[in-house]
């Protein structure tokens, strides 16, 4: 069987599956489960090009790091062909343990962030694979001797984040979101076997940096798709609530296994059926379950998933201030009355919380620029920009969703 294919991608063009142990990990049945989840999770419902997959993500992250590869070795780098491909496999792999609907119920089915569980399929398949899986997962752990090499599958400035704001500004439409990624590629480096970038290419990394801020706001944290993943969150937290009472509600197996139980990372590594029933949850397992909840007796179950399923989200505001306790029971007040519940119900359809944003994490590693007489320098010194100092600010703003009455 011929296993070297080519795949047409939106983003990219044609993308070569560069060897047959990645063929044979891009066919197995936990990959494939990336088709079914969106990357984006609720975006969609701000976006409506927004339906992109983990599965898009993860083989335009695999190319773009074939892309960077070839372009250290150019500069005279010496990477071997194993480290090529056992690199391109952990940027593969890095979001295989992404739960349904992305990043909105992370730490809700599970207390287990998605890296971790990546990690936990990754030793699988490598078992499955006869070890072949060792130097990626080295790499994507850090504990590969030459660091660079995870750089590029984590850091702040990796092949995830290149190809994901490329490819979310694409199908979200949003162009602000652009980013010269190409020529970010081109003007990487190593230097004492750390990620550089020249001289150079600072301008690019100052497009990177103000635009990953901007997609934030625009995208990842729009207020609408704030309130959309909170009724889902509050959605998964009242099912919880009437299973542990004791009420039946329908879900598929595999959904209800994680809301009738407490799963961290003990149970999903030394008790099988949850990381196989985890194997198997997928966007479709959310929404069948919030249709059928649609006709549930329960009356806070039933109305939201309704509100969710028709697009009939929660009002919500943003500010820089904390909100008055005041004004939200006072919203609560209102809500009981004219959906006719109790007051202790009418916390599922008020939420509040916070949000942040800082586009470069200046406690986080740094990205680094080279002169071209060897000096080292972050880039926030390195730029004359004002803004790029000012992006290492960690930007708060506080939240409130709430039905409409």
Same mark, same amino acid.
């Given at each position: 069987?011929?296993k070297?294919?080519?795949?047409?991608?939106?983003?990219?063009?044609?993308?070569?599956?560069?060897?047959?142990?990645?063929?044979?990990?891009?066919?197995?049945?936990?990959?494939?489960?990336?088709?079914?989840?969106?990357?984006?999770?609720?975006?969609?419902?701000? @976006?409506?090009?927004?339906?992109?997959?983990?599965?898009?993500?993860?083989?335009?992250?695999?190319?773009?790091?074939?892309?960077?590869?070839?372009?250290?070795?150019?500069?005279?780098?010496?990477?071997?062909?194993?480290?090529?491909?056992?690199?391109q496999?952990?940027?593969?792999?890095?979001?295989?343990?992404?739960?349904?609907?992305?990043?909105?119920?992370?730490?809700?089915?599970?207390?287990?962030?998605?890296?971790?569980?990546?990690?936990?399929?990754?030793?699988k398949?490598n078992?499955?694979?006869?070890?072949?899986?060792?130097?990626?997962?080295?790499?994507?752990?850090d504990?590969?001797?030459?660091?660079?090499?995870?750089q590029?599958?984590?850091?702040?400035?990796?092949?995830?984040?290149?190809?994901?704001?490329?490819?979310?500004?694409?199908?979200?439409?949003?162009?602000?979101?652009?980013?010269?990624?190409?020529?970010?590629?081109?003007?990487?480096?190593?230097h004492?076997?750390?990620?550089?970038?020249?001289?150079?290419?600072?301008?690019?990394?100052?497009?990177?940096?103000?635009?990953?801020?901007?997609?934030?706001?625009?995208?990842?944290l729009?207020?609408?798709c704030?309130?959309?993943?909170?009724?889902?969150?509050?959605?998964?937290?009242r099912?919880?609530?009437?299973?542990?009472?004791?009420?039946?509600?329908?879900?598929?197996?595999?959904?209800?296994?994680?809301?009738?139980?407490?799963?961290?990372?003990?149970?999903?590594?030394?008790?099988?059926?949850?990381?196989?029933?985890?194997?198997?949850?997928?966007?479709?397992?959310?929404?069948?379950?919030?249709?059928?909840?649609?006709?549930?007796s329960?009356?806070?179950?039933?109305?939201?998933?309704?509100?969710?399923?028709d697009?009939?989200?929660?009002?919500?505001?943003?500010?820089?201030?904390?909100?008055?306790?005041?004004?939200?029971?006072?919203?609560?007040?209102?809500?009981?009355?004219?959906?006719?519940?109790?007051?202790?119900?009418?916390?599922?359809?008020?939420?509040?919380?916070?949000?942040?944003?800082?586009? @470069?994490?200046?406690?986080?590693?740094?990205?680094?620029?080279?002169?071209?007489?060897?000096?080292?320098?972050?880039?926030?010194?390195?730029?004359?920009?004002p803004?790029?100092?000012?992006?290492?600010?960690?930007?708060?703003? @506080?939240?409130?969703?709430?039905?409409?009455?």
């Open positions: 069987m011929n070297r294919k080519i795949i047409n991608d939106p983003v990219y063009g044609f993308v070569k599956i560069p060897s047959e142990l990645i063929f044979d990990l891009i066919e197995h049945p936990f990959f494939q489960r990336l088709r079914r989840i969106k990357q984006l999770g609720l975006s969609g419902l701000v @976006y409506p090009g927004a339906l992109h997959t983990r599965f898009h993500h993860a083989l335009g992250a695999m190319h773009l790091m074939g892309l960077a590869l070839n372009n250290l070795r150019n500069k005279g780098q010496e990477i071997s062909d194993k480290e090529v491909e056992a690199s496999i952990a940027i593969l792999l890095h979001d295989i343990g992404h739960g349904p609907m992305s990043h909105s119920l992370e730490h809700i089915l599970s207390s287990t962030s998605h890296e971790q569980i990546s990690l936990l399929f990754m030793k398949l078992r499955e694979f006869g070890g072949a899986l060792q130097t990626a997962i080295n790499i994507f752990n504990t590969y001797p030459r660091k660079f090499f995870h590029l599958v984590s850091s702040q400035l990796d092949v995830d984040r290149l190809d994901y704001l490329q490819r979310d500004c694409f199908f979200t439409g949003v162009s602000e979101g652009t980013i010269g990624a190409d020529r970010i590629i081109k003007m990487l480096n190593v004492n076997d750390e990620l550089v970038v020249e001289e150079k290419g600072i301008y690019s990394i100052e497009n990177f940096l103000t635009a990953r801020r901007l997609m934030y706001w625009q995208v990842y729009h207020k609408t704030i309130s959309a993943e909170q009724m889902l969150v509050q959605l998964m937290r099912t919880k609530l009437l299973l542990q009472k004791g009420k039946k509600v329908e879900a598929s197996p595999n959904l209800l296994l994680f809301l009738q139980n407490s799963v961290g990372l003990p149970e999903l590594k030394n008790e099988p059926q949850f990381l196989e029933a985890f194997a198997n949850l997928d966007d479709i397992d959310i929404w069948s379950s919030v249709k059928l909840w649609t006709n549930h329960d009356k806070v179950l039933a109305t939201i998933s309704r509100m969710l399923l697009r009939k989200l929660f009002q919500v505001t943003l500010s820089s201030e904390k909100y008055d306790t005041e004004l939200i029971k006072q919203i609560r007040e209102k809500i009981a009355q004219h959906y006719q519940i109790s007051n202790k119900q009418s916390k599922y359809f008020v939420v509040k919380g916070t949000t942040t944003n800082e586009a @470069y994490l200046s406690k986080g590693e740094k990205i680094k620029i080279i002169s071209k007489k060897g000096k080292i320098s972050d880039i926030a010194q390195a730029s004359d920009l803004n790029i100092k000012a992006l290492r600010k960690i930007v708060k703003k @506080y939240y409130v969703c709430w039905a409409r009455y």
